[in-house]
Nanobody, 125 residues
């Protein structure tokens, strides 16, 4: 079992940056792909980014490509999401998740086994 705790959310203005962190405890962190998803009010949860077990591979949703960066530190059991040039449409609850799937880039919520409780990100215009 893996427990995930997100932090780093907050209220920022358009164009600002935020870094989200997700600390994992429990089973071996490096055995999981780690992803970030988000859910805006009235919308379904959507994929944001994923990083592979070693940290050597990443994939992003088109909406965040070029602005967000996902990376992990396996020594610290932590995955990060660096968010730059934030837009009001980035406002959502952001969740980190852990996947044991053998698919290289796990972009579907159904591929994830463990979820954090989420952290709110609000971007004002």
């Amino acid at each position: 079992q893996v427990q995930l705790v997100e932090s780093g959310g907050g209220l920022v203005q358009a164009g600002d940056s935020l870094r989200l962190s997700c600390a994992a405890s429990g089973r071996s962190f490096s055995s999981y792909n780690m992803g970030w998803f988000r859910q805006a009010p009235g919308k379904e949860r959507e994929f944001v980014a994923v990083v592979t077990r070693s940290g050597g591979g990443t994939a992003y949703a088109d909406a965040v490509k070029g602005r967000f960066t996902i990376f992990r530190d396996n020594a610290k059991n932590t995955v990060y999401l660096q968010m730059n040039s934030l837009k009001p449409e980035d406002t959502a609850v952001y969740y980190c998740a852990a996947s044991q799937s053998l698919v290289q880039f796990t972009t579907q919520a159904s591929q994830y086994d463990h979820w954090g409780q989420g952290t709110q990100v609000t971007v004002s215009s």
